[in-house]
């Protein structure tokens, strides 16, 4: 079955430093993925979309990076700051006959310090 | 823009009760919602696809009577959760897909609600 795994453990940063969060995949060639940001308590809002033929993307401080050789997505926060600290997911489509769905990875936790 | 509301925000019901969840996109249209349940430190869980006008699709594993879905017009979807039993305590976020994205190759983005903290006692 397909399979998303993100960095388990929280990610603790200093302001100013640029985050970097892993999105491996495996059993599936997902023609998109995306990122979204969860705060506690909170539905995830979308962040970035990256399809399978676009190597790069950015809006603003983030940056997406999709890589279907290796089945890994990185997604960058420049200049972090402590707004920043929320959890991040990445979800894959999975199209499922008339209805693509998303699978989603559990999160990564990131902190960002003052 | 692309807003999705969800009432209530939180509700405690008592044991053998139903309780209606509504989700609202607010400024779009949106023909599909997908209604998810996330239990605390574990990935989102796609419950069901819900196509206005249409019967929802759920995922392997829910029960369609336990939980009623229905997508009466482009802008309000649903959730009944009937008979609640303590084990459907958990966060129930709904999100909506802007009508007119084709969901096709070129993919589409998924607009959240807040999410609706459930507690049966």
């Known amino acids: 079955s397909q399979k998303i795994e993100q960095n388990s453990e929280a990610l603790n940063i200093q302001e100013g430093k640029t985050a970097t969060l892993t999105c491996n995949y495996t059993n599936y060639s997902p023609a998109y993925l995306q990122w979204y940001r969860q705060d506690p308590g909170r539905g995830p809002v979308f962040l970035l979309l990256i399809r399978e033929n676009e190597k790069e993307k950015r809006k603003e401080r983030l940056k997406v990076t999709f890589d279907t050789t290796l089945k890994q997505s990185l997604f960058h926060i420049t200049a972090s700051q402590p707004a920043d600290s929320a959890t991040y997911l990445c979800a894959l489509d999975r199209n499922a006959g008339n209805n693509r769905k998303l699978i989603w990875g559990l999160g990564t936790s990131l902190a960002v310090n003052p | 823009g692309a807003v999705v509301s969800q009432h209530p925000s939180r509700v405690i019901c008592k044991s053998g009760t139903s309780v209606k969840i509504e989700c609202r996109s607010l400024?779009?249209?949106?023909?599909?919602m997908f209604w998810y349940r996330q239990f605390p430190k574990k990935s989102l869980m796609l419950m069901a696809t819900s196509n206005e006008g249409s019967k929802a699709t759920y995922e392997q594993g829910v029960e369609k009577d336990k939980f009623l879905i229905n997508h009466a017009s482009l802008t309000l979807s649903t959730l009944t959760v009937t008979s609640a039993h303590p084990e459907d305590s958990s966060f129930y976020i709904c999100?909506?897909?802007?009508?007119?994205?084709?969901?096709?190759?070129?993919?589409?983005?998924?607009?959240f609600g807040p999410g609706t903290r459930l507690t049966v006692t």
């Open positions: 999100s909506a897909r802007p009508t007119g994205t084709s969901g096709g190759r070129y993919g589409y983005e998924q607009y």
């Open positions: 400024d779009f249209q949106a023909t599909t």
